[in-house]
């Protein structure tokens, strides 16, 4: 007599085989559920963190120049120049010329910007007022709080 052949049985090879595909598929979905449709923590949730917004202090020997007026300091690694006015108030701009990338310097007497590298000049707005520079000098907001000496550049 032969063994009946209709009810199926497999070998613990197969058997193993087939309960690791299935614990295998089932840690994948387990997986993609959790890392897709997750939501990541914004670190900003504001938007801001590609945005200037720093604070100096006066009183440190790297910014004091600016008590004066007149006194101007770029703001390294940020590549702002910093100025105060004649008038007293504080403005800032991208230090960086646009024509060719030369550090731009503050001249009180004509509250403006000039670059040393091919005299292009910007207004205290940023704004180009003499060539070869074409494209304006990006400006930031500022406010100043001289009771306590210091001086908040943001956008
Ligand atoms: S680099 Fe400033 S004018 Fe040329």
Do not use: W
């Not at 052949?5 to 087939?18: A, G, L, N, P, V």
């Amino acid at each position: 007599m032969t063994p009946a052949t209709d009810s199926k049985t497999i070998d613990r090879k197969e058997f193993m085989k087939q309960v690791g595909i299935s614990f295998g598929a089932i840690m994948l979905m387990n997986c993609l559920q959790s890392c897709g449709g997750g939501e990541i923590p914004d670190p900003d949730p504001n938007g801001n963190s590609d945005k200037v917004d720093f604070t100096l202090d006066l009183n440190s020997s790297t910014y004091n120049t600016l008590k004066n007026k007149g006194g101007f300091v770029v703001v390294k690694p940020q590549n702002i120049i910093v100025a105060h006015t004649n008038t007293d108030t504080f403005i800032a701009v991208s230090s960086i010329c646009t024509h060719e990338s030369a550090t731009i310097d503050y001249r009180a007497s004509t509250n403006d910007f000039l670059c040393p590298n091919h005299q292009s000049e910007f207004k205290a707005d940023g704004s180009v007022q003499k060539g070869p520079a074409t494209t304006a000098l990006k400006k930031y907001s500022v406010s100043s709080d001289l009771t306590n000496n210091t001086v908040r550049i943001f956008e």
